[in-house]
């Protein structure tokens, strides 16, 4: 609760100090801020906090168990608050032509933090509501916070109505939970018999499965996606792409395993989901031209893959792994829109022809998006790579248990391993102009925060690619 305090009141300073005109304070205190934070939580989930500041250490239930503090909400925690510095970071140059607006931009990715982190450390189904509500308002603000621009205004909409529409299926979701239940409380329905549950359970958990799904975009869930991506500003197309599709993973994740639905054929709908959201995202993206709306499709078979992780023998292996995956995503997410935000600006032309001469007239930001794209596809020496890998031996871990099970699981695995190959020939599109074409505009120098924030970004996720115990020790 009290990382939820702390950034909050970051937030709330923001809008303090554009009342007394402090605006170039403003992101410098905020990252400074959100790097304390993000300390803390590192002192926090790897047990130091303890040993240093007694009484400092894992608070089970708080607030009536409506925050429940442990290891995979801190990391997560954590996460999302590295993730929004950088958001933060690369705001001034975004928004240089909007600075009276700038502390208006930066609270929101605070406050949408707060939602996010809620999403994640909830112990209470109505606290997660709160959270995920809280995440997409702010979404809903910065998709149409342009309101002179035509697909703006079109993103803001679309994203609100489809937004809605599956919080719609999320609420009812709770309702029918709670009406088969009594509470909210998800330790206490995780204690209860699945045998004697009403059917309105099983039906809540579906429809709150069903909301969680268009939350991440996944097929046949993802129709929304491409155009507003394409049409947010691309910053908030970074959020959305980054924390809020890793956000909502991870309190999918949260809920299917707490409330262990037994149903027939939920897991076998969950892997024809995700294999649909890997072979769909990536063979539409092949199609595309516009970089954002390929990065959409992309973050549609990367929630696919993410999905692998519910196949889960041991939660805390299956934990492990969706938080390395995410953040290897995340990371390379981040650094591939520093670069696209350095070159294509708000500009509103994210083609593929604006990245062409790029390895001549920028090398190293071609090169992080190298990176980040291999990353991306898989490719060794990446965390993307050993992202993927971890959870095709959670998957073959799995398979051992009986050869009806292993010939269904290696049939998902080859399917995975097909849609990988796949998304090489897109993200090559955009590296081959890179390095083979001749430049068609005139380009500028990068601004020095969407370079430093593409350096940081890239070289964290090769760091977790060299020592992966690291982040997976973190939670197992």
């Given at each position: 609760?009290?990382?939820?305090?702390?950034?909050?009141?970051?937030?709330?300073?923001?809008?303090?100090?554009?009342?007394?005109?402090?605006?170039?304070?403003?992101?410098?205190?905020?990252?400074?801020?959100?790097?304390?934070?993000?300390?803390?939580?590192?002192?926090?989930?790897?047990?130091?906090?303890?040993?240093?500041?007694?009484?400092?250490?894992?608070?089970?239930?708080?607030?009536?168990?409506?925050?429940?503090?442990?290891?995979?909400?801190?990391?997560?925690?954590?996460?999302?608050?590295?993730?929004?510095?950088?958001?933060?970071?690369?705001?001034?140059?975004?928004?240089?032509?909007?600075?009276?607006?700038?502390?208006?931009?930066?609270?929101?990715?605070?406050?949408?933090?707060?939602?996010?982190?809620?999403?994640?450390?909830?112990?209470?189904?109505?606290?997660?509501?709160?959270?995920?509500?809280?995440?997409?308002?702010?979404?809903?603000?910065?998709?149409?916070?342009?309101?002179?621009?035509?697909?703006?205004?079109?993103?803001?909409?679309?994203?609100?109505?489809?937004?809605?529409?599956?919080?719609?299926?999320?609420?009812?979701?709770?309702?029918?939970?709670?009406?088969?239940?009594?509470?909210?409380?998800?330790?206490?329905?995780?204690?209860?018999?699945?045998?004697?549950?009403?059917?309105?359970?099983?039906?809540?958990?579906?429809?709150?499965?069903?909301?969680?799904?268009?939350?991440?975009?996944?097929?046949?869930?993802?129709?929304?996606?491409?155009?507003?991506?394409?049409?947010?500003?691309?910053?908030?197309?970074?959020?959305?792409?980054?924390?809020?599709?890793?956000?909502?993973?991870?309190?999918?994740?949260?809920?299917?395993?707490?409330?262990?639905?037994?149903?027939?054929?939920?897991?076998?709908?969950?892997?024809?989901?995700?294999?649909?959201?890997?072979?769909?995202?990536?063979?539409?993206?092949?199609?595309?031209?516009?970089?954002?709306?390929?990065?959409?499709?992309?973050?549609?078979?990367?929630?696919?893959?993410?999905?692998?992780?519910?196949?889960?023998?041991?939660?805390?292996?299956?934990?492990?792994?969706?938080?390395?995956?995410?953040?290897?995503?995340?990371?390379?997410?981040?650094?591939?829109?520093?670069?696209?935000?350095?070159?294509?600006?708000?500009?509103?032309?994210?083609?593929?022809?604006?990245?062409?001469?790029?390895?001549?007239?920028?090398?190293?930001?071609?090169?992080?998006?190298?990176?980040?794209?291999?990353?991306?596809?898989?490719?060794?020496?990446?965390?993307?790579?050993?992202?993927?890998?971890?959870?095709?031996?959670?998957?073959?871990?799995?398979?051992?248990l009986s050869s009806q099970s292993n010939t269904a699981t290696l049939t998902l695995i080859v399917l995975a391993v097909i849609s990988s190959?796949?998304?090489?020939?897109?993200?090559?599109?955009?590296?081959?102009?890179?390095?083979?074409?001749?430049?068609?505009?005139?380009?500028?120098?990068?601004?020095?925060?969407?370079?430093?924030?593409?350096?940081?970004?890239?070289?964290?996720?090769?760091?977790?690619?060299?020592?992966?115990?690291?982040?997976?020790?973190?939670?197992?």
């Amino acid at each position: 609760m009290e990382i939820l305090i702390a950034i909050t009141g970051l937030g709330i300073l923001c809008l303090i100090a554009e009342i007394f005109n402090l605006r170039k304070a403003i992101v410098p205190v905020t990252v400074t801020g959100l790097l304390a934070v993000f300390v803390y939580v590192g002192l926090k989930v790897t047990g130091v906090s303890a040993e240093l500041f007694p009484g400092f250490g894992f608070d089970e239930k708080q607030f009536y168990n409506m925050f429940v503090t442990t290891k995979y909400g801190l990391a997560f925690s954590g996460l999302f608050i590295l993730l929004t510095a950088f958001l933060v970071t690369l705001t001034p140059d975004f928004q240089k032509e909007h600075k009276p607006k700038i502390s208006d931009f930066v609270a929101i990715k605070l406050f949408l933090l707060t939602g996010a982190i809620a999403m994640v450390t909830f112990g209470n189904l109505s606290m997660f509501f709160l959270g995920i509500e809280v995440l997409s308002i702010a979404l809903y603000v910065l998709a149409a916070s342009e309101p002179k621009n035509v697909k703006s205004n079109e993103a803001g909409m679309k994203y609100f109505l489809m937004g809605a529409f599956a919080s719609g299926f999320i609420l009812f979701g709770i309702t029918l939970i709670y009406g088969a239940t009594g509470s909210f409380d998800i330790q206490f329905i995780n204690s209860l018999d699945r045998d004697t549950m009403p059917a309105w359970f099983s039906m809540g958990t579906i429809l709150l499965s069903i909301g969680l799904m268009f939350k991440i975009a996944a097929v046949p869930f993802h129709f929304w996606a491409p155009d507003v991506y394409e049409g947010s500003p691309a910053l908030t197309t970074a959020t959305m792409s980054t924390l809020a599709k890793v956000a909502a993973m991870a309190a999918f994740f949260k809920l299917v395993v707490t409330l262990n639905p037994h149903l027939p054929g939920f897991l076998t709908t969950i892997n024809v989901v995700a294999v649909l959201s890997m072979i769909v995202g990536n063979l539409i993206a092949l199609k595309q031209t516009n970089v954002k709306r390929m990065l959409a499709f992309s973050g549609i078979s990367h929630a696919g893959y993410m999905m692998l992780s519910f196949q889960f023998m041991s939660v805390t292996a299956a934990e492990s792994n969706l938080f390395y995956y995410a953040t290897a995503y995340a990371l390379a997410g981040i650094a591939a829109f520093a670069v696209l935000l350095a070159v294509c600006g708000n500009k509103g032309n994210e083609e593929i022809y604006s990245f062409n001469g790029l390895g001549k007239t920028h090398p190293l930001l071609s090169a992080i998006l190298t990176g980040s794209f291999l990353s991306m596809a898989g490719i060794p020496i990446f965390a993307g790579f050993f992202g993927k890998f971890f959870l095709f031996a959670q998957l073959l871990d799995k398979g051992t248990l009986s050869s009806q099970s292993n010939t269904a699981t290696l049939t998902l695995i080859v399917l995975a391993v097909i849609s990988s190959i796949i998304s090489v020939g897109y993200y090559f599109k955009v590296i081959l102009a890179m390095y083979t074409k001749e430049a068609t505009e005139k380009t500028e120098p990068a601004p020095i925060a969407y370079s430093t924030v593409a350096i940081i970004a890239i070289v964290l996720n090769i760091a977790i690619a060299l020592y992966p115990d690291a982040l997976l020790s973190l939670i197992g």
